[in-house]
């Protein structure tokens, strides 16, 4: 097997498949980044920017960095953090599905891809809210994140990015 894969188990319908897929090079801790995926979706709805570049995802605190014209009202940060809750209190599913580059739906950005990414890509779904690639640790059910907190955030003028901290409480 080359160095940095893995292979991972599916069946599917009848016959067997071995997709071979990149190795993660980090263990996230799930809810915490079960809870990035919404935000990040929730990002895209409310503001049309991409999906964050720059994340750092640890079990106390995370914070993501987004491309934004502007920085966000206080108002909006609050009802960016309602947004975030309410998807989450919808105890939706948490599944995946694996594809070949070729059959990735349109919507799905492959951005942040790396170039050896393999040729099966995992997609992570949550419920009908979110779809991405990603190799990740998630929970099962977005019942399972607990509570959304912004807990600060700032705004680079010179490069358009505001940069916000979160946690989850119980």
Known sequence: MPPGKIICHISRYINMEEPILNAHNKEEYPPMHTAEHILNQTMVRMFGCPRSRNAHIER???KCDYQLAACPTEEQVQELERRVNEVIAQHLPVSYEFVKRGEVP??????????DASETLRLVRIGDYDLCAC???HVQNTSEIGTFKIISHDYNEEAHTWRMRFKLVE
């Open 60 to 62: 106390k605190k995370s």
């Open 135 to 137: 190799v990740g640790t």
């Open 106 to 115: 349109p919507e799905v950005d492959l951005g942040k891809l790396p170039d």
